[in-house]
C-alpha cells in the first residue's frame, strides 16, 4: 500500500558529510588514539610480511616448521587478550595502557640488547623477542580503539569508519617503509619495529597517567 511501502528518497548530503570530518580531524585526542591504535598492527604487520623470508630463506626452516614458530607469538597474543578481558573493568583505561606500555618498553630494550651482542640470529631469540610485543598488542589495540571513538560520541560511524581507514593506511605505509630497507636478516626488520615501538610509548605515555575526560554528549 501507497501509506505502508514509500520509496526511501534519502540521500546522501556530501557537504554534511565534509562538515564532519573536518570535527573529526579536529579532535586532538582522537587523532592521537586512532593512530596508536594503528601502530601496534603496523609493528605486527612489519614483523609478519618479513619474517617468512627470515625463516625460510635466511634459516633455511620449512614451510612448515615456519608455520609452527609463527602459531607462537599468535598464542601469546590470545594469551594477551585473555589478560585483558579479565583484568579491564579492574585496570581501567590509564592502567591497560600503562601494562601495554611496559611490555612494549621491554620489547625496546630487548631489540636493542640483540642488536648489540647480536643475538638475533639465534631464531629462538627473535621469537621470543616478539613474543614479549605480542603480549601487549592486545591491551594497546583495543584500549586505543575504544577510547578514540569515545572521544568522539556525536560521531561515532564516522569515527570507526575513519580508525579503519587510518590503521590500514598506517600498516601499508610502514610495512613499505620498513620493507625497502630489508636485506633478509631481521636486524632492519627489528630496527624498524623499535623506531616504531618508540613513537608509540611517545604517543601514549600521556594517556597512561591521567586520561583526559571524555567530552560531554
Same mark, same amino acid.
Given at each position: 500500500?501507497?501509506?505502508?511501502?514509500?520509496?526511501?528518497?534519502?540521500?546522501?548530503?556530501?557537504?554534511?558529510?565534509?562538515?564532519?570530518?573536518?570535527?573529526? @580531524?579536529?579532535?586532538?585526542?582522537? @587523532?592521537? $588514539?586512532?593512530?596508536?591504535? +594503528?601502530?601496534?598492527?603496523?609493528?605486527?604487520?612489519?614483523?609478519?610480511?618479513?619474517?617468512?623470508?627470515?625463516?625460510?630463506?635466511?634459516?633455511?626452516?620449512?614451510?612448515?616448521?615456519?608455520?609452527?614458530?609463527?602459531?607462537?607469538?599468535?598464542?601469546?597474543?590470545?594469551?594477551?587478550?585473555?589478560?585483558?578481558?579479565?583484568?579491564?573493568?579492574?585496570?581501567?583505561?590509564?592502567?591497560?595502557?600503562?601494562? +601495554?606500555?611496559?611490555?612494549?618498553?621491554?620489547?625496546?630494550?630487548?631489540?636493542?640488547? +640483540?642488536?648489540? @651482542?647480536?643475538? $638475533?640470529?639465534?631464531?629462538?631469540?627473535?621469537?621470543?623477542?616478539?613474543?614479549?610485543?605480542? @603480549?601487549? $598488542?592486545?591491551?594497546?589495540?583495543?584500549?586505543?580503539?575504544?577510547?578514540?571513538?569515545?572521544?568522539?560520541?556525536?560521531?561515532?560511524?564516522?569515527?570507526?569508519?575513519?580508525?579503519?581507514?587510518?590503521?590500514?593506511?598506517?600498516?601499508?605505509?610502514?610495512?613499505?617503509?620498513?620493507?625497502?630497507?630489508?636485506? +633478509?636478516?631481521?636486524?632492519?626488520?627489528?630496527?624498524?619495529?623499535?623506531?616504531?615501538?618508540?613513537?608509540?610509548?611517545?604517543?601514549?605515555?600521556?594517556?597512561?597517567?591521567?586520561?583526559?575526560?571524555?567530552?560531554?554528549?
Amino acid at each position: 500500500m501507497p501509506e505502508t511501502n514509500q520509496k526511501h528518497t534519502e540521500t546522501l548530503k556530501w557537504n554534511h558529510l565534509g562538515s564532519n570530518i573536518k570535527k573529526l @580531524l579536529k579532535k586532538k585526542h582522537f @587523532l592521537i $588514539l586512532a593512530f596508536a591504535h +594503528g601502530l601496534p598492527v603496523a609493528i605486527s604487520a612489519v614483523y609478519s610480511v618479513n619474517s617468512s623470508f627470515i625463516f625460510i630463506d635466511h634459516f633455511k626452516f620449512s614451510p612448515t616448521s615456519y608455520a609452527y614458530i609463527q602459531l607462537i607469538p599468535v598464542m601469546i597474543n590470545l594469551i594477551g587478550s585473555i589478560i585483558y578481558r579479565h583484568q579491564v573493568l579492574n585496570w581501567g583505561v590509564s592502567k591497560s595502557i600503562k601494562f +601495554g606500555i611496559y611490555l612494549c618498553a621491554a620489547f625496546l630494550t630487548l631489540t636493542i640488547l +640483540g642488536v648489540m @651482542l647480536d643475538v $638475533l640470529q639465534i631464531p629462538v631469540s627473535i621469537v621470543l623477542i616478539m613474543c614479549v610485543l605480542n @603480549l601487549s $598488542l592486545s591491551t594497546i589495540i583495543a584500549s586505543t580503539g575504544t577510547r578514540a571513538i569515545e572521544y568522539a560520541p556525536k560521531l561515532k560511524g564516522l569515527a570507526v569508519a575513519f580508525l579503519g581507514l587510518l590503521r590500514n593506511g598506517v600498516v601499508a605505509i610502514l610495512v613499505l617503509v620498513v620493507g625497502a630497507f630489508f636485506n +633478509g636478516t631481521i636486524i632492519p626488520v627489528y630496527i624498524g619495529m623499535a623506531i616504531l615501538t618508540s613513537v608509540l610509548i611517545f604517543l601514549l605515555w600521556p594517556y597512561s597517567k591521567e586520561v583526559p575526560p571524555l567530552p560531554e554528549i
